[in-house]
């Protein structure tokens, strides 16, 4: 199951636990917290390794259903790992999460 992570900046929160499901599973998961559990923000952050994994999906289902602008980094070695991951920033289309909500009958607190 994602979580939804309070960073030091109110308006920008990370995504964590993207490689526990499927990119259609962590969206709908994202958006019922995003609306109903005081999660929401201006951007949505979260990360992964460079290659075609559960990141990059996300990414790709994000852009798909048109829930806003990501902008992708360049891969860098994490020194923890060894992997190589990138980092990619969501811009949240509040009004066409929204929409996605009603479309996947996600019951989301109206503010």
Do not use: H
């Not at 979580?3 to 599973?25: M, S, V, Y």
């Amino acid at each position: 199951m994602i979580t939804i992570e309070r960073t030091n900046c109110c308006g920008f929160k990370e995504i964590d636990n993207l490689c526990d499901g499927t990119a259609e599973q962590n969206l709908k998961e994202t958006c019922e917290q995003f609306f109903n559990d005081d999660n929401d923000a201006a951007f949505l952050f979260f990360t992964g390794v460079s290659k075609e994994g559960y990141g990059q999906k996300f990414k790709k289902l994000i852009l798909k259903e048109k829930l806003g602008e990501i902008t992708e980094t360049k891969a860098k070695r994490n020194p923890n790992s060894g992997n190589k991951i990138k980092a990619w920033i969501w811009a949240v289309n509040k009004t066409k999460f929204k929409q996605y909500a009603k479309r996947n009958k996600i019951t989301i607190d109206e503010y």
